[in-house]
């Protein structure tokens, strides 16, 4: 069922009569800004569809742009939009009980509409007297009304089976609409009887009635092969969108409606609008509302919301001969009319960027495109043939990536296509990675899990994505389900207790901005242009410099230390800079205050009571130093988000190990790992979640990563960075230019 979000005070943006066409030479530069890719691009698509000139539209988009929240500059809480901004003055009559509604309004005249119940000018004009804004008396209801009649009609519908599946308001003419899939009859029973009531200002549209009739009868001698036809019992309702992804119905041997290629081709819900037809002799699916048709066999556009089923307790004309789990199929479309339509616009597109006609572009295209069909071909002829070896293959423009696991043998590509074929290695054919996923599908399903699992061909590897974690721990450990070493758990991922505050994040900051040497530091790292994101060099603005600062500071630097650091030819700067998609060993352990080999003590998933914004303790003994001055034998003791909340809800965050036994990557005593350690960064977090640090307790500057026979493997989003012996040597560089300054 679709939830009807909670309608939000949104800017309308409202055309009116049309203006004035522009004149040639306005018309020129407003192109020419847009074929240029200009920085006021934004501004000139305006122009053009707006008919103004481009400087007007400059104006315009400058006024509405007044409440970004740009970046700051200085230390201190970032400065309020102007109060004549369009947000500013919206805060302040929102507050007003007669307040309707506020748009923008781009003809005749641009400006900012202001709507109220009543006395729009005299109540206007308490706030503002910028003729940019425009009182407009509109009488109905106030748009707290609004709010309110939307929530509790919402409650109501959704009580008496209803099934609202979309809701909007208009402000503009102060009408609220509802759209229902169910059964009204309860609710107007209620709306009767006095204990609903519906304000005379409310829409409610029903399902309007299928504008096809029912597929006529088979024809004589003509026997249904299908055992049953199970649909959802609402309408779907809304709005229904096609994905450009295929699917193939298949009619199985027991009579039941599949979809092919999905985890054991699982029994269709249709929609409710659904109908068999088998007037043609043969199998085919018409969607009564709006005319689609599909033949079992062919290949088709799915719906976009299409999934499978958790409940199907509102799936209507079940048969056991055909059960569940079911698949939803949100809406279906033959897939040929796509196919055209998208191949029509990347002619258009072709014709465009390679500056040739549209017969040539076609002529192009029509020739990758049977190319590709060839390549496709050979690609399942090859699947087929060779599933040892075969991984994928993608095709794109007539060329094709084929990934092989193993060397390819002498013939296997035929000579007409070698020129075509470009060969990538992976770790494992496809058909043995989807027969491990079936196998552990199998036990996860039969342990009762809500789970997921994806194959990556690329990484040869298995990734398990589950909101209940601790079950699949228990069953794991249970042997009730058997996961492979190198799959990964993936969860949505949890925060630190507390959450993020914005207010916590900016008392943080001043601590931060009140040191005595901050503006030095800002000084320094402004002195030193910075390669961002791979470019050349470029000197660091003040709003970067602020953050940089700030960082560097929660991290344990001052400006002392960059000055004697870049001395020596370590630049924290620039290490921090490149943790954007440069980063190293090398530069993460200048950010880092201790890099350590660790052997696991003890893992300990239940401190949240610590209130510091982490759940879990986990106890290293270091066995060896790359940087810092931490010695062999010492114990340190990190803090992880991942583990318990109070009310016994196991949480696990993205990019740290799994705190529970039986699953892969896990924490165990004995293990060894690569830790990036940091007291700074971990009391920062905790100050920005309003909560406080523990004295002595490290944070992770860098995901752990564990080390298997001298072999630091891949963490949770990089791969690995080498054998130990390779990280210890980009380190040590780091280490002495510490040790010969004396930072520590």
Same mark, same amino acid.
């Given at each position: 069922m679709?939830?009807?979000?909670?309608? !939000? %005070? $949104?800017l309308l943006l409202t055309a009116g009569p049309a203006a004035a066409q522009l004149t040639s030479a306005q018309k020129a530069e407003i192109e020419a800004v847009i074929e240029g890719h200009g920085p006021n691009m934004d501004a000139a698509m305006y122009a053009l569809d707006q008919q103004v000139p481009l400087a007007e539209a400059i104006r315009r988009l400058e006024i509405q742009n007044r409440d970004a929240v740009r970046a700051p500059e200085e230390p201190g809480p970032p400065p309020p939009p102007p109060p004549d901004s369009i947000g500013a003055v919206q805060r302040q009559v929102a507050e007003e009980p007669t307040f309707a509604g506020l748009w923008i309004q781009h003809q005749p005249t641009y400006g900012v509409v202001v709507a109220f119940t009543r006395d729009a000018a005299k109540t206007l004009a308490k706030y503002t007297k910028d003729p940019l804004f425009i009182p407009f008396d509109r009488p &109905?209801?106030?748009?707290?009304?609004? #709010?309110? !009649?939307? *929530?509790?009609?919402?409650?109501?519908?959704?009580? @008496? /089976? $209803?099934r609202p599946v979309m809701g909007s308001a208009n402000v503009q003419t102060g009408r609220l609409g509802f759209e229902v899939t169910g059964d009204l009859a309860a609710f107007r029973a209620a709306v009767k009887r006095g204990e609903v009531v519906v304000p005379a200002y409310v829409d409610i549209t029903e399902p309007p009635p299928l504008r096809h009739a029912a597929p006529p009868p088979a024809p004589p001698g003509f026997v249904n092969p299908v055992k049953a036809f199970p649909r959802m019992k609402f309408r779907g309702g809304g709005i229904m969108t096609l994905e450009l992804r295929t699917g193939r119905v298949i009619l199985g041997p027991d009579g039941c409606l599949r979809l092919e290629g999905e985890?054991?081709?699982?029994?269709?819900?249709?929609?409710? *609008? $659904?109908?068999?037809? #088998?007037?043609? /002799?043969?199998?085919?699916? @018409?969607?009564?509302?709006?005319?689609?048709?599909?033949?079992?066999?062919? !290949?088709?556009? %799915?719906?976009?919301?299409?999934?499978? #089923? =958790?409940?199907?307790?509102?799936?209507?004309?079940?048969?056991?001969?055909?059960?569940?789990?079911?698949?939803?199929l949100t809406g279906f479309s033959s897939y040929a009319p796509m196919e055209a339509q998208q191949f029509e616009q990347q002619v258009k597109e072709y014709a465009g960027s390679h500056r040739v006609s549209l017969a040539q572009a076609r002529r192009v295209l029509e020739a990758q495109g049977e190319r590709n069909r060839q390549l496709r071909a050979f690609g399942s002829e090859l699947q087929a043939a060779r599933p040892d070896l075969?991984?994928?293959?993608?095709?794109? *423009?007539? =060329?094709?990536?084929?990934? %092989?696991?193993?060397?390819?043998?002498? /013939? #296997?590509?035929?000579? &007409?296509?070698?020129?075509d074929i470009t060969i990538e290695r992976v770790p494992r054919p496809l058909a043995e990675l989807n027969a491990v996923r079936g196998s552990l599908l199998d036990q996860i399903e039969a342990a009762g899990i809500d789970t997921s699992v994806s194959a990556d061909v690329e990484a040869g590897r298995l990734y398990i994505s589950t909101e209940n974690i601790l079950a699949l721990s228990q069953a794991a450990a249970a042997g009730k389900v058997v996961i492979p070493d190198d799959a990964q758990v993936v969860t949505n991922g949890s925060s630190p207790v507390g959450g993020y505050g914005e207010d916590n994040a900016e008392a943080a900051y001043r601590v931060l901005e009140s040191a005595p040497d901050f503006a030095e530091m800002r000084t320094l790292i402004e002195a030193v242009p910075q390669p961002y994101y791979g470019e050349p060099p470029r000197p660091v603005t003040r709003a970067s410099s602020l953050d940089i600062g700030r960082f560097l500071l929660a991290l344990g630097f001052t400006a002392a230390d960059i000055r004697k650091l870049r001395a020596v030819g370590v630049d924290p700067v620039r290490a921090w800079v490149q943790q954007n998609g440069a980063a190293t060993p090398e530069n993460r352990a200048v950010l880092a205050e201790q890099v350590v080999v660790g052997e696991v003590l003890s893992v300990d998933p239940n401190r949240v009571d610590l209130k510091d914004g982490a759940r879990s303790t986990v106890q290293f003994r270091v066995t060896e130093t790359l940087k810092g001055t931490a010695r062999p034998g010492e114990t340190v003791s990190v803090r992880l988000e991942s583990g318990f909340d109070p009310d016994g809800q196991y949480q696990q965050a993205n990019g740290e190990p799994m705190m529970l036994p039986g699953l892969p990557g896990g924490l165990k005593p004995g293990d060894h790992y690569l830790l990036f350690l940091s007291h700074g960064q971990y009391a920062n977090s905790a100050r920005h979640h309003g909560m406080k640090p523990v004295p002595a307790m490290y944070g992770l500057r860098q995901e752990m990563a564990r080390i298997d026979a001298g072999v630091v493997q891949r963490t949770y989003t990089e791969p690995s960075p080498g054998t130990l012996a390779e990280v210890r040597a980009k380190i040590a560089p780091v280490q002495a230019a510490f040790e010969k300054v004396g930072v520590n």
């Open positions: 679709r939830q009807i979000a909670p309608l !939000t %005070l $949104a &109905g209801p106030s748009w707290r009304e609004v #709010l309110n !009649t939307q *929530e509790r009609l919402f409650a109501n519908f959704q009580r @008496f /089976g $209803a985890r054991k081709s699982p029994v269709i819900a249709w929609p409710n *609008e $659904a109908a068999i037809d #088998l007037s043609h /002799g043969d199998v085919r699916v @018409f969607h009564r509302m709006n005319g689609n048709s599909i033949r079992v066999g062919g !290949t088709f556009a %799915l719906g976009g919301s299409s999934h499978m #089923l =958790k409940d199907d307790a509102e799936v209507i004309d079940q048969n056991p001969a055909c059960p569940g789990p079911y698949l939803y075969f991984g994928a293959m993608y095709v794109s *423009e007539g =060329k094709a990536t084929l990934k %092989l696991a193993g060397e390819a043998p002498r /013939g #296997l590509i035929p000579a &007409g296509f070698a020129s």
